[in-house]
């Protein structure tokens, strides 16, 4: 129920799934085509008030969102289940809220996150996808899981990022804290898990690329150590696919009380 007349302002983070296939990333754009833009006019239409969103953190054309995480301040007070049903009433069909949450105006979705973490789902086969057409990257070559794994730890830790950002990254730094990324292996599908304290723009697809490069014997894991040291993008392999890469979303304190995962973690291999 709406109430008529509300004290103040409350704040509210929500839970998004999407597939990013058709969107041109999350951020809202002039064309309109973007997963901020139709969860921003379903909101509206649900709440019949423009609502303006922060997310916790951007994915581009393509990339794939299992649980970003936004906030927003309005004055319509309905229950949480209603924000996730009426909202996904007017949202199209790959976009879902997941969970909504009343929370501090304290919080912040971008600001709170003390980490970000992200999933690389790769086929391996000589034919190329086609049920998992845009859901899965891709190589007919076989991998080494060794030398990716040795080539990965040269990345682990505090470091300068710079020969892994793209030219049109804003961050006001290179230097990023990876954790230790998880290679793992179940029937035909690799899995690559990735957490930072941030990422910079396509930092994780040309990791990807150089990762893919060694795993095929191109490169010796070693490579992976001078690429990092060269600080130079022009030393790296080139930008891999967005087709694969997952959002997982944000790492909070526990004391927001905000879910870690939703359902569809399950779905990847």
């Known amino acids: 129920m709406v109430s008529e007349n509300p004290a103040s302002p409350m704040r509210l983070a929500l839970g998004i799934s999407y597939n990013g296939q058709a969107y041109d990333g999350w951020q809202s754009q002039p064309s309109g085509k973007t997963v901020q833009d139709q969860l921003e006019r379903a909101l509206e239409r649900f709440s019949t008030t423009p609502i303006s969103t922060v997310c916790a953190g951007r994915t581009d054309a393509g990339v794939h969102g299992l649980m970003q995480v936004v906030h927003f ?3 319509v007070r309905r229950e949480d289940f209603s924000w996730v049903r009426g909202t996904n009433t007017f949202l199209p069909p790959d976009i879902a809220v997941q969970w ?17 973490r992200y999933a690389y789902v790769l086929l391996e086969s000589p034919v190329r996808p086609s049920v998992e057409a845009h859901r899965v990257g ?3 070559r076989p991998l080494d899981a060794d030398a990716m794994r040795a080539a990965a730890a040269h990345l682990v830790g505090e470091h300068d990022f710079t020969s892994f950002r793209a030219s049109s990254c804003q961050s006001p ?10 290679i793992a292996r179940r029937g035909a599908y690799w899995r690559f898990d990735f957490q930072a304290n941030a990422f910079l723009h ?4 040309n990791i990807m690329g150089c990762l893919v490069a060694v795993g095929q014997g191109l490169h010796p894991p070693q490579w992976m150590g001078e690429v990092l040291a060269a600080r130079s993008r022009d030393a790296a392999a080139p930008t891999f696919s967005p087709d694969g890469l997952y ?7 526990p004391h927001w009380g905000l ?4 359902p569809a973690y399950d779905g990847l291999p």
């Not at 501090?104 to 003390?114: I, M, Q, T, Y």
């Not at 730094?173 to 998880?182: E, F, N, R, S």
């Not at 396509?202 to 697809?205: A, C, D, L, P, V």
């Open 247 to 253: 959002f997982l979303g944000p790492v909070y304190e």
């Open 202 to 205: 396509h930092m994780i697809r």
């Open 73 to 75: 301040d309005t004055e």
């Open 173 to 182: 730094t290179p230097v990023k804290t990876l954790a230790p990324v998880g």
């Open 100 to 116: 909504a949450r009343a929370v501090p105006d304290s919080f912040h979705a971008r600001n709170s996150a003390r980490a970000r």
């Open 259 to 262: 879910p870690d995962r939703v």
């Open 138 to 140: 891709w190589v007919f």
